[in-house]
């Protein structure tokens, strides 16, 4: 596998793998840097099969050495922003060796357990897992054996941690690698460039990295993800593949990015990480008329599955790849996958069944022709004196009124009823908070059932949303009374 990856890099000669600040860099450039840096690692003491952190955003140098980690059969634990409490958390459940930083200055190798280098604070949390002593071989290896493979690479994610402390997901980057090698390289002439909008440290980002670098095709590295540079991305390099999640797109459409921009080039946006509304996936279908629009599906314990939708407007989808299993149960679905993680580092695994199928915790709506809707997350719904909502059917019906620009709709606790809706609208022009909250009770009437019209209305300069380009739902509403 490795000389496979090796061989068509290659290959792919000088052909145009990256586009860094700007800057073109050929696959004899990025073979090139995986080595050299595969050198440095080796020349700080970076050992095979220990674990290392990477800590950086899409670069040359963050790409080479992922590439230069995987060949050395390292495990890699990539983290766009390193923190404290990170770092604890990974040394805690991971006992990394290393860490490498991938800034504008360059490469920076440091063991974070050597005295003097900035060793983190350990954590206060007691490991569950019998581990050795940190610092030693052992211990250092300790999660690569987890892998049950001496001679296979490893990948550590963190979930996004919106509830507690992130969860520390273990895969196999050999099967992750393995199955984009599976897709014959790509001709010159029909090569894709790609931009790279979700994070590093995403499992989505991962996956479109290797699909799009393993075929031969262009990588597209932004420094920022705001709307205005994400579209001049995409007239500056003509790009034909846009991957990136709702919220975004709602932003370029409501800033009015697309009309400061060329954007003719693009022929397909796959979207995902979170839920589509109905409505907003009308607007993005009315804006983008020529591009194709696909739903895809994963989750940072399964990978991302290959999906068909049934078509550009509609919110339905089929998990179609080969490799992945789903299956629906009290209208949950489960996958199982070939790429599925092996396990948490420091949680039971009780999202897993007896039987291996991943509960996913997203609701869905299987249509007798087999393609599915998501409904919502499961932890999301709204019980309001028995009765239930998902946050999606509400926001989908409010994105239909002229006055609202977005909204985000989350349970608050409730004496009477358990819960009550509460929701936050950035509206559309200048609005009065008691006309939009006018506004908004007459919108819903007859459109919704009478629990479902939410109980505080809260007006907004801005939706909160993650680096990741999610929206917030954990915090509490704004301009509450």
Known sequence: MREELVRRFEDFGTRTALFDRGAAVTYEELLKRVRDIRERLELHGVEPRETVVVQGDYSLDSVATLFSLFLN???????????????????????????????EAGVTVRSIAAPGSGAPRRAAVEDPRPTA????????????????????????????????????????????VGEKLEKRPRRRSNALNILMVLMFDHIGGIN??????????????????????????????RILVLPTSPTLLNLIMVGGYHHAHDLSSLRLITYGTEPMPEEL????????????????????ETGIATTTSASSSSPYFKISGPGVE????????????????????????DAVTEDRWFRTGDLVEEAADGYLRIKGRAKEVINVGGEKLLPLE?????????????????GRPNAITGQSV???????GELTRAALR??????????VESFKVPSKINMVETIAVSDRMKKLRSRPGADEE
């Open 73 to 103: 059969r390292n495990v890699v634990v990539p983290v766009a922003n390193l923190t404290d409490t990170t770092l604890d958390t990974l040394v805690e459940h991971c006992r990394p060796g290393h860490v490498v930083e991938t800034a």
């Open 133 to 176: 002593t940190p610092g030693t071989a052992e211990d250092r290896g300790a999660v690569h054996g987890r892998l049950g493979d001496p001679d296979a690479a490893g990948l550590v994610l963190l979930s996004s941690g919106s509830t507690g402390a992130p969860k520390v997901i273990l895969h196999s980057l050999d099967a992750i």
């Open 208 to 237: 479109s990295l290797l699909s799009t670098l393993l075929v031969g095709g262009t990588a597209v590295l932004p420094r920022h993800r705001t709307p205005e540079e994400i579209c001049a991305l995409i007239e500056r390099h």
């Open 281 to 300: 996936l009308q607007r993005v279908h009315r804006t983008f008329p020529g591009v194709r629009l696909l739903q895809t599906f994963g989750t940072s």
């Open 326 to 349: 789903y299956r629906i149960v009290d209208g949950e679905l489960q996958l199982r996958t070939r790429t599925q993680f092996l396990g948490y580092l420091n949680y039971d695994d």
């Open 394 to 410: 509400l926001e989908s019906v409010l994105l239909g009124s002229p006055l609202v620009e977005d909204c985000v709709v989350y």
């Open 422 to 428: 509460c929701v936050d609208i950035k509206p559309m």
């Open 438 to 447: 006018k506004h908004v009770t007459e919108f819903l009437a007859g459109r």
